[in-house]
């Protein structure tokens, strides 16, 4: 049986990715600690990277579920825009006491909808707490460090 309902972590991390595109550039140039300034370039280009990894992982999840590895890191993808909602979105707008783009469709969808697939999977024994808790931790790690490569190249190759 498909658990085809996974694909639901496509439209919550799309509407994620597009409402940060939006604003979170234009966001990034206030004067903070929290974060660092960011071009439309340098953003566009790591979001859409990060939405395309995204859409790679369902999809491989989806017709080669078997493989443990594909599943640890849909996984760890869910788990982490779970962690992202928190840290930083929440975080950083109530320290900023501005809004942080991003955070409404952190709250409103990837929370919600990660945390039922991550539960279905689950209650299905198609994944572990370990499991989950783990490749939250390794994906989430790959993510960060992926991030100031991505600005680097998208600044460098995006010209608009």
Same mark, same amino acid.
């Given at each position: 049986? %498909?658990?085809?309902?996974?694909?639901?972590?496509?439209?919550?991390?799309?509407l994620?990715?597009?409402?940060?595109?939006?604003?979170?550039?234009?966001?990034?140039?206030?004067d903070?600690?929290?974060? %660092?300034?960011?071009?439309?370039?340098e =953003?566009?280009?790591?979001?859409?990277?990060?939405?395309?990894?995204?859409?790679?992982?369902?999809?491989?999840?989806?017709y /080669?579920?078997?493989?443990?590895?594909? %599943?640890?890191?849909?996984?760890? /993808?869910?788990?982490? *825009?779970i962690?992202n909602?928190? =840290?930083?979105?929440l975080i950083?707008?109530l320290?900023?006491k501005? !809004?942080?783009?991003?955070?409404a469709t952190a709250?409103?969808?990837?929370?919600?909808?990660?945390?039922v @697939?991550? !539960? %279905?999977?689950y209650n299905l024994?198609l994944?572990?707490?370990?499991?989950?808790?783990?490749?939250?931790v390794?994906?989430? *790690?790959?993510?960060?460090? *992926?991030?100031?490569?991505?600005?680097?190249?998208?600044?460098?190759? @995006?010209?608009?």
């Amino acid at each position: 049986m %498909k658990n085809y309902y996974v694909i639901f972590f496509c439209l919550a991390i799309t509407l994620h990715n597009l409402e940060e595109a939006l604003w979170l550039p234009r966001w990034s140039q206030l004067d903070s600690s929290f974060q %660092k300034a960011v071009t439309t370039n340098e =953003f566009h280009f790591a979001v859409l990277i990060i939405t395309a990894l995204a859409y790679l992982m369902t999809f491989l999840y989806l017709y /080669f579920s078997e493989s443990n590895v594909i %599943k640890w890191a849909f996984i760890g /993808f869910l788990g982490s *825009m779970i962690f992202n909602a928190i =840290f930083p979105h929440l975080i950083v707008t109530l320290l900023m006491k501005t !809004y942080a783009p991003g955070l409404a469709t952190a709250l409103l969808l990837n929370i919600p909808i990660n945390t039922v @697939i991550l !539960y %279905k999977l689950y209650n299905l024994n198609l994944v572990t707490l370990k499991e989950i808790v783990i490749s939250t931790v390794v994906i989430g *790690m790959i993510l960060l460090a *992926m991030i100031p490569l991505l600005f680097m190249l998208g600044g460098s190759l @995006i010209n608009y």
